[in-house]
């Protein structure tokens, strides 16, 4: 037979300890492992769907092709805290892009293109810098370095030597840097961009994105 206080400690874990241990397991899996949202753009469709809600596994480590979730005020473009972005990774720390004509070419290789449309007039090319490489600043790749650098200066100390482009006016840049052109950067960067060219913005407007940017990798949608 059982007591009375078997039949309460029972009703304690049916509808006290198991409820709150759920809650807690949300909680942890939310902080730690993965991040909830809605998709508020059609930058990704067809592969998200407008209105949709996706799942976000936590890890600033994607291989190229992977959408990702990602914030724009760590790139050094925003100042909303709540500003988050959808987009597809095309090229990785270390790698060589250019796009030639419209078609996308990771170290020197054409690569699978999402993107739509194309525009064939569309034409560049830079190198993804990686932590702790030394890279050339150029009247070119100044373009996409730019808030990475301004960012960077001010995290961190340059390296000796480095001009402090972070005090200067862009437009004093160039000239600055026929002293020293190169420098040390110190996170990994990644080039993304959204399927739908027409839509949101990217790393064409938003430079390289470091890589702490990086709130997931985007895994789920229903």
């Known amino acids: 037979m059982i007591s009375k206080d078997q039949i309460v400690s029972l009703s304690f874990v049916r509808y006290g300890a198991l409820p709150l241990g759920l809650i807690a397991l949300v909680v942890v899996l939310r902080i730690f492992f993965f991040t909830p949202f809605r998709v508020m753009t059609t930058a990704q469709a067809p592969a998200l769907r407008l209105g949709a809600w996706a799942l976000a596994r936590r890890t600033q480590s ?13 790139s050094g473009t925003s100042t909303s805290a709540q500003s988050l972005m959808v987009a597809r990774v095309v090229a990785l720390p270390g790698d060589s892009l250019e ?27 830079l190198r993804l810098p990686r932590e702790g490489g030394v890279y050339p600043l ?10 990475a650098l301004v960012e960077e200066q ?4 340059p390296a000796r030597g480095e001009v402090a482009l972070h005090r200067l006016a862009p437009k004093d840049w160039l000239t600055a840097l026929a002293s020293n052109p190169y420098h040390t950067f110190r996170r990994d960067y990644y080039w993304v961009l959204t399927d739908d060219t027409s839509v949101a913005p990217d790393s064409r407007h938003l ?10 990798v985007i895994f789920f949608s229903l």
């Open 62 to 74: 994607p291989d190229r092709g992977s959408l990702i979730l990602f914030h724009t005020e760590r």
């Open 99 to 125: 796009v030639r004509s419209g078609q996308l070419f990771v170290n020197g290789v054409a690569v699978s293109d999402y993107r739509h449309p194309r525009d064939t007039r569309e034409q560049y090319a």
């Open 138 to 147: 150029t009247s070119t790749n100044l373009v996409a370095y730019r808030a």
């Open 154 to 157: 001010r995290l961190f100390a």
């Open 207 to 216: 430079g390289i994105l470091p890589a702490d940017a990086i709130e997931g």
